[in-house]
């Protein structure tokens, strides 16, 4: 299957502090998403980005499929950002894999 | 609109019980999928249906996984003489075909074998 590796594993801001995460794959994708898993550990999806830059509110995603990266931007940081991002790649056969996540931690 | 709904929310069993999982996704929604994930990692896929189709499993889901979704609408994924090893939450995923991006995932259930 696609490699999937995402940077950095663990982070921690300051509110209000901006940040990237990265995801690299291991080989040509037709879809990627972004997706957002709260301390709860609701998935929840943020971008669906094979190609492009997309953004919503303060976060924003850019992919470079023919390097196989994507960035997701989050800017003007709260603590409601806290969870994990995963990166997930999905070539054929309808099955994503997933990355191992950033952790994010937004600190008062 | 609901979401995604699965049942329950936390199982508890001991090594060698028979377990099974329910996922209701959203109404329209033609795909399925079922994911497991353990702790610090990433959902891993374990198996897909388009309407009641099983298309794809994973080699994750032994002999002792079976999925089913009789009518295209609820699914069921069933584990047998469970083990220690099939601790993990269980997610279950639903999307339109015809839209890309779409999935919605569900709570999970989290299995916890003794």
């Known amino acids: 299957g696609i490699q999937v590796e995402q940077s950095p594993p663990d982070l921690i801001l300051q509110e209000g502090a901006n940040s990237t995460l990265r995801c690299n794959f291991s080989?040509?994708?037709?879809?990627l998403q972004w997706f957002h898993q709260n301390p709860w550990g609701q998935l929840i999806n943020l971008f669906y980005?094979?190609?492009g830059t997309k953004q919503n509110g303060r976060l924003s995603a850019t992919t470079v499929a023919t390097e196989r990266y994507s960035l997701l931007y989050i800017s003007s940081s709260q603590t409601t950002d806290s969870g994990v991002y995963f990166c997930?790649?999905?070539?054929?056969?309808?099955?994503?894999?997933f990355g191992t996540g950033t952790s994010l931690t937004v600190i008062p | 609109d609901t979401g995604v709904s699965q049942n329950p929310r936390h199982k508890i069993t001991k090594r060698g019980q028979n377990v099974t999982f329910r996922c209701d996704p959203i109404?329209?929604?033609?795909?399925l999928y079922w994911y497991r994930q353990t702790l610090g990692q990433g959902p891993e896929f374990l198996t897909y249906?388009?309407?009641?189709?099983?298309?794809?499993k994973s080699r994750l889901l032994s002999d002792r996984f079976s999925a089913e979704r009789p009518k295209g609408s609820f699914s069921t994924l069933e584990i047998q003489r469970t083990e220690q090893g099939d601790s993990a939450m269980y997610l279950c995923?639903?999307?339109?075909?015809?839209?890309?991006?779409?999935?919605?995932f569900g709570p999970g259930t989290r299995l916890t074998v003794l």
């Open positions: 995923a639903s999307s339109l075909a015809v839209i890309a991006g779409g999935e919605f």
């Open positions: 080989d040509s994708v037709n879809n």
């Open positions: 980005i094979p190609s």
């Open positions: 997930a790649v999905e070539s054929t056969g309808n099955q994503f894999y």
């Open positions: 109404s329209e929604h033609n795909r």
């Open positions: 249906f388009q309407n009641e189709a099983q298309l794809e």
